[in-house]
């Protein structure tokens, strides 16, 4: 079969052949209907492809969520097992286990201390930015406690633990 551009070709060719008179009715009865089985055909093919393209998209996007999903809830269980093991490693006191496939320790988050907002309207506002819109600066607030200002509506929290394999 005819590539679809040598087809268009040979139809382009047709048409300016009727328009010029350059062939006969009886002529172009006997060229037109292969060429346009052939072109039919190729149409055909053409849209069979794109209908199998569009449904292996379709399964691949069901795929990505399928996995997604699974990601997630292997991403919880990894969470779960995390913090099973934070809790009573931490019960017991024990700050690091050695094993053969690494080792497993009870550390103290670093970082900046956590901020809790217990209650946004009662910060006062110049902790928030000025915006078309209040919005709560927590940074300012986190700075103010740290540099030992009270702020109502605001408390600094104790470092989490965390568990980390190495």
């Known amino acids: 079969m005819k590539p679809l ?78 913090g099973y093991y934070l809790e009573n490693l931490a019960a017991i006191g024990k700050k690091k286990v050695l094993t053969n496939l690494g080792t497993m320790t009870v550390a103290k988050a670093g970082g900046k201390l956590p901020l809790k907002i217990d209650d946004e309207g009662s910060i006062p506002s110049d902790f928030f930015n000025q915006r078309t819109v209040y919005e709560l600066d927590k940074e300012k607030i986190r700075t103010a406690l740290e540099n030992g200002t009270s702020v109502t509506g605001a408390h600094l929290e104790q470092r989490g633990l965390y568990l980390k394999i190495s």
Do not use: Y
């Open 5 to 82: 551009h040598e087809l268009t070709g040979e139809f382009n060719e047709l048409w300016l052949k009727v328009i010029d008179d350059e062939i006969s009715e009886e002529e172009l009865k006997e060229i037109l209907p292969p060429l346009d089985s052939q072109l039919t055909e190729k149409c055909e093919n053409g849209i069979s492809l794109i209908q199998n393209l569009q449904a292996t998209s379709m399964a691949m996007d069901a795929e990505i969520k399928r996995l997604t999903q699974c990601k997630k809830s292997l991403e919880n269980k990894i969470s779960s097992i995390k």
